[in-house]
C-alpha cells in the first residue's frame, strides 16, 4: 500500500497544479476581460459602440475616439490637469508625510495611538467635509484652483503616507542611526542619508499607492472644480450625460490614455515594489 500511495503522490501533485493553475488563469482571462474590451472599444467606429449584438473585434481600426477626446471633449486638459494636481499633491503628502512618519517611528510624537488617530481621520468620507470645506474656499477664493485641489489632495492622503512610512521607518535597526548619530550627524542627516535610502522599497510602494489613490480620485475634484479643473476620473463620467449621450469611444481613449500614466510610474519603480509591499507594511 505504501508503494502505490509513493507512486500516486506524484501524480496526484502534477494533477493539483494543473487544477491551480488552470483556475488562475482562469482568473486572470477574467480580470483581463474588461481591459481588452476597453482598448479594442477605444479603437472602434461609432457605429460599433452601440451595436447589438455587441462587436468584440472592430472591422475597422479607427484613432477617431483618441481624437475627439483629446481635441473635441476636455480629455487633454483632464488629463493635464491630473497630471498637475496629483503629481504635485503626490510628492507633497510624501515630503511631509515621511518627516511626519519618522518623527512618530523615533521620537514617539504624540504617543503610542497618535498614527492610528491619524489614520482614522482616512476612514471618514469626504462628503462629511464638503460643505464647510467649500465655503471656506469660496471665501479665501481656492475654489476651483489648481492651489485647493492640490491641498485638498495632500490633506486626504497625508493619513495613509504617515501611517505606511511610519511601518518602513520602524524596521530599520536602530543601530545603524546611532552610529550615524555617535559620528556626529544630524537628524535630519540621518533621515535624509540613511532612512530614505534604507526604506526605498516602501518609499517606491507608498509612493505608487498614493498616486493611485488621488489619480482615481472623483468626488474632490467635482466638488470643488468645474469644468476647467476636472481630472481624469470626472471628465470620464461626462461622457454620460442627456446633452451628449453614451459616447462609449472616447470615453474608452481616455480610460486607455488616464492608465498609461500609472503604468509607467509602476515600471520606474518597480525593483522596489514586491520588497516594498511586504516590508515593514504589516508594522503599526
Known amino acids: 500500500m505504501s508503494r502505490v500511495r509513493t507512486r500516486r503522490s506524484p501524480l496526484r501533485r502534477a494533477g493539483t497544479n494543473a487544477g491551480l493553475t ?26 460599433e459602440w452601440i451595436s447589438d449584438p455587441p462587436v468584440w473585434i472592430p472591422s475597422d481600426w479607427t484613432t477617431e475616439s483618441y481624437s475627439q477626446m483629446w ?9 493635464w490637469n491630473s497630471l498637475i ?7 507633497a503628502a510624501m515630503t511631509i508625510g515621511s518627516l511626519a512618519a519618522y518623527s512618530f517611528s523615533r521620537f514617539r510624537t504624540g504617543g503610542r495611538h497618535i498614527v492610528t488617530w491619524i489614520l482614522s481621520i482616512k476612514f471618514l468620507p469626504p ?3 464638503a460643505v464647510p470645506l467649500l465655503i471656506m474656499f469660496t471665501d479665501v477664493g481656492l475654489y476651483d484652483t489648481y492651489r485647493g485641489l492640490i491641498l485638498l489632495y495632500t490633506a486626504f492622503q497625508l493619513p495613509f503616507v504617515v501611517w505606511l512610512m511610519k511601518g518602513f521607518f520602524d524596521e530599520i535597526p536602530l543601530e545603524i542611526e546611532e552610529s550615524a548619530r555617535v559620528d556626529g550627524c544630524s537628524w535630519f542627516s540621518i533621515f535624509t542619508r540613511f532612512a530614505l535610502p534604507l526604506s526605498a522599497p516602501g518609499l517606491a510602494a507608498t509612493t505608487l499607492l498614493t498616486f493611485i489613490f488621488g489619480w482615481s480620485e472623483y468626488f474632490v475634484p467635482l466638488v470643488f472644480a468645474s469644468h ?28 486607455v490614455v488616464g492608465v498609461l500614466p500609472v503604468v509607467l510610474l509602476a515600471l520606474v519603480i518597480q525593483k522596489y515594489l514586491i520588497r516594498g509591499m511586504t516590508f515593514g507594511a504589516v508594522k503599526g
Open 22 to 47: 488552470a483556475a488562475l488563469l482562469l482568473a486572470l482571462l477574467l480580470a483581463l476581460l474588461p481591459v481588452v474590451w476597453v482598448v479594442l472599444t477605444s479603437f472602434k467606429p461609432e457605429v
Open 71 to 79: 481635441t473635441a471633449d476636455g480629455g487633454a486638459g483632464a488629463l
Open 85 to 91: 494636481i496629483v503629481g504635485i499633491a503626490t510628492v
Open 127 to 129: 462628503v462629511v467635509f
Open 228 to 255: 476647467e479643473h476636472f481630472t481624469v476620473p470626472v471628465q470620464l463620467s461626462a461622457y454620460f450625460s442627456e446633452a451628449v449621450g453614451l459616447e462609449w469611444g472616447p470615453q474608452a481613449a481616455l480610460s
